[in-house]
């Protein structure tokens, strides 16, 4: 008897072993994945560029990687790069800091209360098609400088996603829990706090992560259009200058500065919520 119960109590702690080990095996094939896959990308934009192939797409003039990776070493050493690169982190950090700030309290209270939704919602559902791209010349109307337009742009563009997703979060609370937390005598303030921001986070976050990328995509846009400084403006002026190294440059930047900064909010979104990772794998042992 004893030493069945002390078998029953081994298996908890050999279950975990084998959920972490399992997870360790899972993530080092993940990473394994993910460098071959962009080892194969550099390969074939290698071979493709030094025999300049022209099968309907033309690699006759786009550069090679050592050639790029050339062009990098020195423009990292150029101050000038250096400061189209904090600018672009300045606009960029203003724009959706300043989206996250509005729109994550607007989506939990047009949840929340269906007169506000009932008079915003039109207002958003008219806005939201709307692409950033398009609000430059609108926005150079109304901010008296171009580095106030161009975080407008940049705070458009990441807004809607926030809000849209924080809105969707609300709505899939479970209508149990706030009735639950009514019972207990909580209030409207106990409420947001305790229910609805926590059971919205997940869709909160999920907004963050798709407004960041689209923040980019507006800030790169506007200042193509309108900007003197900024990693947009310094790929467009490749392009009016005929130097494909720094074309190459300038997108690679942009992927490599949207990826990290997404990776940032997945991370935050790790430690602000640290019950998720347990209730997936919850949600996979209960569907085995």
Known sequence: MTG???VKREQPNEAADRHFSFRGGRTILTWALGVASLLLFVAGWHVATTYRLDLHI????VPTPQAVLRRAVLAFHDPRFLEHIAVSLQRIGAGFALAGLIAVPLGLGMGRYRALRSLAYPIVEVLRPIPAIAWVPMSIMLWPTSEESIVFITFLGSFFPILINTLHGVAAIDPVLIRASRSLGAGEAALFRHVYLPGALPHIFTGLTVGMGVAWV???AAEMISGQFGIGYFTWEAYSLVQYADIVLGMLLIGV????SSGLIRLAGRLVMPWRPLTDSSRREAAR
């Open 4 to 6: 069945a119960m002390a």
């Open 257 to 260: 500065l949207g990826l990290l």
């Open 58 to 61: 033309r690699f006759v003039n």
């Open 218 to 220: 507006s800030l790169i």
